[in-house]
C-alpha cells in the first residue's frame, strides 16, 4: 500500500517561498512508469495541477505557474519537494501529492495540508 504525506509550514508571509515535501511510503519513487504531483485547490475552487516530477527526475510543470515552481526530490529519503516563490493570498490552498501512472491515472494521494498566504 503506497502512501503519501505531506509536510510543511501552514502559513506562509507574502513574497516568500512556499516550501511543502510529500514523504512517500510503500513504494519508490524512482519505480517506472509513475509520476509524483502536486496539485492543490484554493477555497471554493476546483482541483489545480501544479507539476509533477517523474521517476527518471525530469520535472514538468503547469504554465501558468511554471515560472514560480520548482519540484525536486531526494531519493535516499523517498521524497518530492514543492517550491512556490513569490507567493500571494491567491496561493492559499490545499495543496495534495499524488501518484499518477504515465500522468494519466492518480491512483494515490497524500490527504492534503492547507496552506494559507497572509502577513
Known amino acids: 500500500q503506497v502512501q503519501l504525506q505531506e509536510s510543511g509550514p501552514g502559513l506562509v508571509k507574502p513574497s516568500q517561498t512556499l516550501s511543502l515535501t510529500c514523504t512517500v511510503s510503500?513504494?519508490?519513487?524512482?519505480?517506472?512508469?509513475?509520476?509524483w504531483s502536486w496539485i492543490r485547490q484554493p477555497p471554493g475552487k476546483g482541483l489545480e495541477w501544479m507539476g509533477a516530477?517523474?521517476?527518471?527526475?525530469?520535472?514538468v510543470y503547469s504554465p501558468s505557474l511554471k515560472s514560480r515552481t520548482s519540484i525536486s526530490r531526494d531519493t535516499p529519503k523517498n521524497q518530492f519537494t514543492l517550491q512556490l516563490s513569490s507567493v500571494t493570498p491567491e496561493d492559499t490552498a490545499v495543496y495534495y501529492c499524488a501518484r499518477a501512472y504515465e500522468m494519466v491515472e492518480y491512483d494515490y494521494w497524500g490527504q492534503g495540508t492547507q496552506v494559507t498566504v497572509s502577513s
Open positions: 510503500g513504494g519508490s519513487i524512482t519505480s517506472n512508469y509513475y509520476y
Open positions: 516530477i517523474a521517476h527518471s527526475g525530469s520535472t
